[in-house]
């Protein structure tokens, strides 16, 4: 259970960082509506089993021909949490506006299928899910475990996506979070930060 719970907090604190999934619902919500967005964001949750595919078979694959390379990605795990926390709680730069991915006149196939393909192709969530299951989950742990694992991972992505499409489509919202944005950021910054410490000394023998 306490593992479970790890997993989890780590999993929502790393899928409510701002990035390139959340720059796509986000945008799309504000421009599109709540339908478009919602499309977007199952399209995101769909799109974690491409990572959780080979999160699950390729690490079984690497436990048993190379296993010091696990030990290799739990370390990798431990540096990306620090540095994504720290990415956050250090003034960013401003980044490119996505504006220019979608338009009001895309179907819902389309807006799936641009989640879908922002997710897939997101390196952040490539490293986050392989430092997740190599890191808290571990290599001897059942493959019926680890897809559950992956089941929670697409499930808490469309949980949330679903509330910043629903929230971020009304002005007023969208506004409010805007002007408290390095607050949020910080906060999340610190206990992804935390969390990476915390996991490297568990990691340790």
Not at 55 to 81: C, K, M, N, Q, T
Not at 100 to 125: C, M, Q, Y
Request: proline fraction near 2%; glycine fraction near 8%.
């Amino acid at each position: 259970m306490e593992q479970l719970a790890l997993f989890a907090g780590i999993v929502i604190l790393a899928v409510i960082s701002p990035g390139a999934d959340f720059a796509m619902v986000s945008r799309t919500s504000a421009v599109d509506g709540q339908r478009a967005g919602l499309c977007v964001a199952v399209g995101v949750a769909t799109a974690c089993w491409v990572h959780i595919t080979y999160a699950v078979f390729g690490l079984e694959l690497v436990s048993r021909w190379v296993p010091d390379l696990l030990d290799i990605i739990r370390y990798a795990g431990v540096a990306y949490l620090l540095y994504l926390g720290l990415r956050m709680i250090l003034p960013a730069r401003a980044k490119a506006a996505s504006g220019d991915i979608a338009s009001g006149s895309e179907g819902r196939g389309r807006h799936f299928w641009l989640g879908f393909v922002t997710n897939a192709l997101n390196p952040k969530t490539s490293i986050f899910v392989i430092s997740l299951y190599a890191q808290v989950v571990g290599h001897d742990t059942a493959v019926q475990v680890k897809l559950a694992y992956g089941a929670l991972i697409s499930a808490i992505h469309l949980m949330w996506f679903a509330l910043v499409a629903f929230f971020l489509s009304r002005e007023a919202v969208r506004q409010y979070v805007n002007r408290n944005r390095r607050t949020i950021d910080r906060i999340i910054g610190a206990l992804l930060i935390a969390l990476g410490i915390g996991l490297l000394f568990w990691a340790m023998p």
